[in-house]
């Protein structure tokens, strides 16, 4: 029996790791039995030769352990198996739109995401997408050939926030870079513009995160955990820019919206982001000519003001540690340059 999903993505509002968790104690009746056959039989949509391709990347554990696919389950095992796999549910259109890529190598490829574009198709979204980009892109390798929903994708990030994804280009990179998301090995870090100063220069928000009771299409904080997953987010304040702060976020886990939620959790919105209550005039003065302005920088960036900077793991052929690195859109430049000329030379309160 399938005893846990950590992470299963059906649409546009789960969380960002694209994999599955699976979890089985085996019976004391088990009979021993190859534990490519065994998993197969309890997984929906999973071959023989995807189930292989965990094993080869390690990512098949028993008590713990990696384990070949000849390996023969018994009773008493604690099997787990994480796969990059999720089943194609519409039919992908490989579109010919513009890529800004980062790197990119035999086994994956890093993209500079525009803010607007969906990540991958879903309901509502069937076209315009990375993932139909990146099918014209990368339209002659077998990853991107064989029926997968989301081919090579192992994260991603919403559709208005900018900036670095990794995606891989063979099923051994795919399900290694899979297994660093789920063990949480990878480094993330963004940039924020978000309303309010604080006092502390660095912190760490805890709390965690699930659906909101009241509105599916968003999430709330459950700071006594009592729902939802955990959510650890770092945060170091960059710039004080009067009415707002720049700063830079490090995922500890990545949860839909983790720092966009986390922010306004302890009364921080990013700045702009409708979602959750940063598109509105939250500091400041009653002046007109100050309501104007921050307008004025809503028109600038019609979005909520994050950016994914930085983006570090372990190469999946090499295993040496990559970091790649992203400037910030012109937008979020041109916003932040706005509030630098506005405070500069006045007193904030």
């Known amino acids: ?9 059906s649409n546009d509002n789960e969380d960002p790791e694209l994999y599955e968790h699976y979890k089985f104690d085996i019976d004391p009746g088990q009979k ?21 391709s965990a094993a080869e990347a390690e990512n098949i554990l028993v008590n713990n352990q990696a384990v070949k696919s000849n390996y023969k389950v018994k009773p008493g095992d604690i099997v787990s198996i994480v796969m990059a796999y999720p089943p194609r549910e519409i039919e992908l259109i490989p579109e010919n739109i ?10 994956l490829i890093i993209v500079n995401k525009e803010p607007g574009m969906v990540v991958h198709p879903s309901y509502g979204h069937y076209s315009g997408t990375l993932v139909n980009a990146l099918m014209y892109h990368l339209k002659d390798l077998p990853l991107f050939k064989s029926g997968e929903l989301r081919p090579g994708l192992v994260h991603r990030i919403d559709k208005n926030t900018s900036g670095l994804l990794v995606i891989a280009k063979t099923e051994q990179a795919m399900n290694k870079l899979a297994k660093q998301f789920f063990d949480k090995t990878t480094e993330r870090r963004y940039i924020a513009l978000v309303w309010g100063s604080f006092k502390e220069k660095e912190g760490t928000i805890r709390g965690n995160i699930g659906r909101n009771i009241r509105n599916r299409k968003v999430m709330q904080v459950f700071p006594d955990g009592e729902q939802g997953k955990e959510a ?4 170091k304040v960059i710039e004080e820019l009067g009415y707002v702060t720049l700063v830079e976020c490090k995922l500890e886990t990545g949860r839909t919206h983790q720092i966009r939620i986390h922010f306004k959790h302890i009364g921080h919105p990013l700045f702009n982001d409708f979602e959750y209550g940063g598109d509105k005039i939250l500091k400041g003065t009653t002046f007109t000519k100050y309501k104007q302005f921050v307008q004025n920088c809503f028109k600038i960036l019609p979005r909520q003001a994050l950016h994914a900077k930085t983006l570090g793991f372990t190469h999946p052929q090499t295993k040496k540690i990559v970091r790649f690195n992203s400037e910030l859109p012109d937008d979020m430049t041109q916003v932040i340059e706005k509030w630098r000329k506005y405070t500069s030379g006045r007193e904030m309160k």
């Open 1 to 9: 029996m399938k005893e846990d999903i950590e992470e299963k993505n």
């Open 32 to 52: 021993p039995l190859r534990i490519d056959k065994f998993l197969v039989n309890r997984i929906e949509n999973a071959s023989r030769s995807k189930i292989q």
């Open 98 to 107: 513009p890529l800004n890529i980062v790197y990119e190598d035999e086994q």
């Open 232 to 235: 650890i987010t770092h945060y």
